[in-house]
């Protein structure tokens, strides 16, 4: 079975390095996020202090009226703890008069909505903090697609995108993430007694070390399915990866011209600076 | 002979050819007054690594009437330059290049002749590859460059070797990836790719009984880290100095030559090496005969 530990130190100092590089160098000094109390954005919240210090970090709370007032109390933790700026906004109001148009809605449907507004509410805030959104994606949720396009994934950049969930949680113990939040069943909190693991059927230890062999390692399916894996599960991974693909890159252009946006007309972000 | 090498290991703006510029003047001219008798540059110092459609844009020409030239070939008085760059030929196709510079003028022109596309790499997509790997002479004796992917294949430096370089200047834009735990003794917080790149380059050293100097780059181009860590190791292979990772710096050397004919003397890896069974079994591997 493959070993997913990391030089924590390495990747904090990577990590951190990069928040402050990729903000400054867009013209900013700050930067803002969704802190929802669970571990990915207390995480990307402490890097971010450490990065650029506390006063240039704003944590924004948006509970809705359902959610676990645990989520709340375990966000305050990572608020007194690093002492950043904060604002909550609760987005009850602004979701439910569209839940209401249609009231046959179900969870799946009402949780997309609230990642949206989630989403709307923080690029607004961006505008008057004058800072840039950090993206608290992980590599896990990326590659099963587990995430709201244009919602929790939406963000200008994400210094957690290449850490497993058990990579984030190694991380987040290593630069002293309350013990709470470490401890808690991962959950998006949409809806009441949700669980990332109870709606995704598996625990993120196994899924994570078959998505570091398939994909960092290269292993064919066969090769994890030797190395113990059971071959149901290989196959829906590996299908949730390439159903999901859609939301790992930009939407395609047709093209009609000599040079066309994203096939050949190709500059990084950071092109000038 | 000794002498003091500057290891400029910089950031850079990628595709803004005279803010590196300026960046550049400004440390050659603090490795002068620090007594430096060259100062080496990362790949692609003057522009920036990831340039895709920036390339054309950037490009130069190693001579004296290139206005980026000009300027740097004005300040390589009383010390030598290694420099990054894209050059364009007369033909008009790039090359991520290197070149050395002294007195006023350039000694080599080195174009890289291996450009890794495959993975996060993309240079052949963009880049000419060069044709040649030719060792030049200097004041401090004969020398060879390689840039980045260039020495990961053993022909490159080999071909040096027995050229007559007895100092390799490598220039890399080495990408940081990989932070498993390092293996015991390895020390911490390197990359992957630190160590694997400090491991090859020392080997050269000791399996060449040259000295090798890296001077790779700092910073990042969106997502991708450059982890610097520039060194430099005697003909006995020994590190001789470490640089900081992750940082910019003036990572500085002192290259004692006399330790060439020490460890030579010693160990005569030079004196023995068979060219003729190597050409002769190459030219039959070659071939696809068998002998």
């Known amino acids: 079975m493959p070993d997913l530990t990391i030089d924590t130190n390495l990747a904090r100092k990577i990590l951190t390095d990069f928040i402050r590089t990729e903000i400054t160098r867009a013209g900013f000094s700050r930067t803002l996020l969704g802190l929802s109390g669970g571990l990915d954005s207390a995480l990307a919240c402490y890097l971010a202090a450490e990065a650029l210090g506390p006063g240039n970090v704003l944590a924004v709370r948006m509970p809705y009226r359902t959610s676990s007032p645990d989520s709340l109390a375990h966000a305050q933790l990572v608020i007194d703890a690093l002492g950043v700026e904060t604002l909550t906004i609760p987005i009850t109001d602004m979701v439910e008069p569209l839940f209401n148009l249609h009231p046959d809605m179900e969870n799946r449907r009402k949780g997309n909505i609230m990642a949206r507004q989630r989403m709307i509410v923080l690029f607004d805030q961006s505008e008057v903090f004058k800072g840039l959104v950090l993206g608290t994606g992980n590599k896990t949720e990326i590659l099963l697609g587990y995430s709201t396009l244009y919602g929790d994934s939406a963000c200008a950049l994400n210094p957690m995108g290449d850490l497993y969930k058990t990579q984030v949680r190694q991380l987040a113990k290593a630069m002293g993430v309350p013990e709470p939040l470490i401890q808690k069943p991962p959950s998006a909190d949409l809806w009441s007694g949700q669980t990332d693991e109870g709606e995704l059927g598996f625990t993120y230890a196994e899924v994570d070390k078959l998505l570091f062999l398939l994909v960092d390692q290269r292993y064919t399916p066969k090769e994890c399915i030797d190395e113990g894996f059971e071959e149901r599960f290989v196959h829906a991974v590996i299908e949730r990866i390439r159903k999901s693909q859609f939301k790992r890159i930009m939407p395609p252009i047709a093209k009609l011209s000599g040079r066309t946006v994203g096939y050949d007309f190709l500059y990084l972000r950071d092109w000038g600076t | ?291």
């Open chain 2, 1 to 291: 002979m000794k002498i003091n090498v500057a290891m400029a290991q910089i950031n850079t703006v990628l595709g803004n050819v005279d803010r590196n510029l300026e960046k550049h003047l400004d440390l050659i001219e603090q490795a002068r007054r620090g007594g430096a008798d060259l100062i080496t540059f990362p790949e692609l110092s003057l522009t920036g690594y990831a340039l895709q459609d920036l390339a054309p844009a950037v490009a130069c020409h190693a001579l004296p009437a290139d206005p980026v030239f000009n300027q740097l070939l004005a300040s390589s008085k009383g010390i030598d330059i290694q420099v990054g760059f894209v050059e364009e030929d007369e033909r008009n196709r790039f090359y991520i290049a290197t070149a050395f510079l002294s007195e006023g003028e350039v000694r080599h022109v080195h174009h890289k002749v291996y450009l890794p596309t495959y993975g996060f790499f993309d240079e052949g997509r963009f880049f000419a590859r060069g044709e040649s790997v030719r060792a030049f002479d200097t004041r401090f004796g004969r020398v060879g460059m390689l840039i980045c992917e260039d020495f990961w294949h053993a022909s490159s430096p080999y071909m040096l070797w027995l050229d007559g370089a007895d100092l390799f200047l490598f220039a890399s834009a080495s990408p940081g990836r990989g932070i498993t735990l390092p293996p015991q003794g390895a020390g911490p917080g390197r990359t992957e790719s630190a160590r694997w790149v400090n491991d090859i380059i020392r080997a050269y050293a000791g399996m060449f009984t040259t000295f090798v100097v890296h001077t790779n780059r700092a910073g990042f181009e969106d997502g991708v880290n450059f982890w610097g860590g520039s060194s430099a190791f005697s003909p006995d292979g020994e590190p001789l100095v470490n640089g900081v990772e992750h940082a910019e710096a003036l990572v500085l050397a002192e290259l004692d030559l006399g330790q060439l004919h020490r460890t030579r003397t010693r160990l005569p890896l030079l004196r023995d090496e068979r060219t003729s069974l190597v050409q002769r079994e190459i030219t039959r591997i070659t071939s696809g005969k068998d002998a």
